[in-house]
């Protein structure tokens, strides 16, 4: 079955702890993104991969890293979480200029 | 100005009402168009991409007005499983692909 998995799906931790959200997909798209959706914000890009080793900023890159060392990963890594980034995050992947598949969402809350 | 612009809502409409929603977008450079849908919590999901031509899917049909840069979503007779949040999607190119998410309509259809 074509999915995206985002792990995990949910996620209370404290200030400065640092923490990874993983992300995998499973068919073969060049394409990835993180996106954090607040209330009233609605989805705003964080950071995107046009493919292995290639990762640029969208919208909203502060207080985030990410990689892409292989296709089918994205790993989205908070350094040193802190509260304002409380929010709900999804990952999808396409490939380019297509429709997105996006994964289940991780909420996460930083206390 | 917002990159991509929506009509907020809500939208409260009995079953059987057809409904539009529309959708302006800043960047006259976008390439590629698209309607989700997102219930409360879930992850966004791929309702329709959207072409110059006009696109139907049954009760739904899209538009796209490239000169007047803005896309359309109807909806015809309304059933409560059409009760969702509407998001408007634009895929443009700068330095990279890049996606913006409108904020989203929500729409409640009501029995």
């Known amino acids: 079955e074509a999915q995206v998995t985002q792990n995990p799906r949910y996620l209370i931790t404290v200030t400065g702890k640092k923490l990874t959200v993983t992300c995998s997909q499973n068919?073969?798209?060049?394409?990835m993104s993180w996106y954090r959706q607040d209330p009233g914000l609605g989805l705003r890009q964080i950071y995107y991969s046009m493919n292995v080793e290639v990762t640029d900023k969208g919208d909203v890159p502060e207080g985030y890293k990410v990689s892409r060392k292989e296709k089918r990963n994205f790993p989205l890594i908070l350094e040193s979480p802190s509260p304002n980034q409380t929010s709900l995050y999804f990952c999808a992947s396409s490939s380019p200029g297509q429709p997105q598949h996006f994964g289940d969402g991780t909420r996460l809350s930083i206390l | 100005r917002k990159e991509v612009e929506q009509d907020p809502g809500p939208f409260n409409v009995p079953e059987g009402a057809t409904v539009a929603f529309n959708c302006t977008y800043s960047?006259?450079?976008?390439?590629?168009f698209f309607w989700y849908r997102q219930d409360c919590r879930k992850e966004p999901k791929l309702l329709m991409s959207v072409y110059s031509s006009g696109n139907e899917d049954g009760r739904f049909t899209a538009q796209l007005n490239r000169a007047s840069q803005y896309i359309s979503l109807l909806i015809r007779d309304s059933k409560l499983s059409d009760s969702a949040t509407y998001l408007c999607v634009v895929n443009f190119w700068s330095g990279g692909f890049k996606t913006i998410f409108g904020a989203g309509t929500r729409l409640f259809v009501k029995a």
């Open positions: 068919m073969n798209h060049e394409y």
């Open positions: 960047n006259s450079a976008s390439q590629s």
